[in-house]
């Protein structure tokens, strides 16, 4: 596992499932494993493939914490049903509240949802947990690489002010 979360920090994708994988192999009831998995494939452009590795951690581990809520939520936003997206990340938000990525993602998911009040609020909160907060300089560092969800993230935040 921890040589699957060296390879997903240096953005080598295919290494860290791979590690997981052999993680797994070792221990097939390693949550953690399962919910970075699934993390992977969100940044990838593979939500569908995290929702069921994502729920398998939670399974296993329903005291995970805000990271699995925030990575299902994500995952849910990607596969358009926003209304699952919007639970989880409400949940990740109530057990992490300055968490900087939820708060985006609850943001993108309230917009998606049609909430530009909420929306607008969550892009103040964005900005009183980092008054510099800039769209353009997080995604610089942020490791997703599908680009259609980039530009899809993008424009939800636009519409939100950010």
């Given at each position: 596992w921890a040589l699957g979360f060296v390879h997903v920090q240096s953005?080598?994708?295919?290494?860290a499932i791979d590690s997981l994988r052999k993680?797994?192999?070792?221990?097939?009831?390693y949550a953690d494993a399962y919910a970075l998995m699934g993390?992977?494939?969100?940044?990838?452009?593979?939500p569908a493939n995290?929702?069921?590795?994502?729920?398998?951690?939670?399974?296993?581990?329903?005291?995970?914490?805000?990271l699995y809520f925030q990575i299902l939520g994500r995952a849910y936003l990607f596969e358009d049903d926003v209304e699952q997206?919007?639970?989880n990340l409400r949940e990740a938000s109530v057990r992490n509240p300055v968490d900087l990525e939820t708060r985006v993602y609850l943001a993108a998911a309230m917009e998606a949802a049609g909430d530009?009040?909420?929306?607008?609020?969550?892009?103040?909160?964005?900005?009183?947990?980092?008054?510099?907060?800039?769209?353009?300089?997080?995604?610089e560092t942020y490791p997703?690489?599908?680009?259609?969800?980039?530009?899809?993230?993008?424009?939800l935040l636009a519409k939100a002010g950010l």
């Open positions: 953005r080598r994708f295919e290494m993680a797994l192999e070792l221990d097939r009831s993390g992977i494939y969100t940044y990838i452009g593979q995290a929702i069921p590795l994502v729920r398998t951690a939670m399974r296993l581990n329903p005291d995970g914490g805000y997206a919007l639970i530009r009040f909420g929306a607008e609020w969550e892009a103040e909160e964005i900005r009183a947990l980092d008054a510099g907060f800039s769209m353009r300089k997080w995604f997703m690489t599908s680009t259609a969800h980039k530009e899809r993230l993008r424009g």
